[in-house]
């Protein structure tokens, strides 16, 4: 729990940062996380990021879906006895 609370506390960190950039008080505003990317790195690592970012989420729902599978089939198991 530790670990995801430092890993949220940094992004949320880095996406403050990133509200206003690349001038912290008169520059444009980023409304979005990939806003921030296409401002500091481009459109083309914009188009990477957020394909990562898809396929990221993707494997996370498979993983849920398998987990989700196995605890079911374990639930069912113990009830037989």
Do not use: E, K
Request: charged share 10%.
């Amino acid at each position: 729990m530790l670990c995801f609370a430092i890993v949220t506390y940094v992004s949320s960190s880095l996406l403050s940062d990133c509200y206003r950039s690349p001038h912290s008080v008169i520059g444009t505003r980023n409304y979005s996380y990939m806003d921030a990317v296409r401002v500091n790195l481009g459109r083309n690592q914009t188009w990477v990021c957020g394909f990562l970012q898809y396929l990221i989420m993707f494997g996370t729902g498979i993983v849920y879906i398998i987990t989700t599978s196995t605890c079911m089939r374990a639930i069912q198991r113990s009830n037989f006895f």
